[in-house]
């Protein structure tokens, strides 16, 4: 099984996390897969996807301790413990969530709280959260992250919504510990059938090389 320690790893090494909200199910399961085959080595199914406990199970038996899988918008100790017994590694909430992390911590599983605030980003890593999500990010930008960070140095944050390879090196810059990326890459494939996954590949790896130029 996947430990903390190491999930923590896979994200900190690729500076990354792929978010996956998308309304099809099987097309969730191939954005997942294409974009692992890209390089991705942690990403969350929303629990808005169809059928996204199967899609983490499968994943999870796919790809074993090799990838960090996870649920997004993990609201409370419910949602939580049906993830965690689907095979989930990785729990993420849009907010401060006591029962979430409660499992998480109980699951030695890598947990991800929400909080816009500096506050509640406090909060969450007083409440055992290992990375704050700064959301929705495309609010205050790396210039808020930066501010947030003078006093709080060394706060893992995590920005969600509006990042794109085209702002990686601010975001960097403001002292992000990774990035949480969506549609940059869970979107690639286009919005007509058949699906080219491999353009989701693509879009992974490009995203992530940008990343490792980015950190030099």
Partial sequence: MLSKQQ????????????????????????VARAAIAGGIRALEVTYSVPDALEIITRLTKEYGDQVLIGAGTVVGEPSATAAINAGARLLVSPHVAPGMLTVAKASDAVSVCGAFSPTEMVAALDGGADIVKYFPAEF?????????TAPFP????????????????QWLDAGVFALGVGSAVSKAAGDTKPRDYGRVAAAAREFLKAVENARR
């Fill in 140 to 148: 205050g930008g790396p210039a808020y992250v930066k501010a947030v």
């Fill in 154 to 169: 060394n706060m893992p944050i995590l920005p969600t919504g509006g990042v794109s390879i085209d702002n990686i090196k």
């Fill in 7 to 30: 999930g923590l790893q896979y994200i900190r090494d690729t500076g990354a996390l792929l978010i996956i909200r998308l309304p099809d199910g099987d097309d969730a399961y191939q």
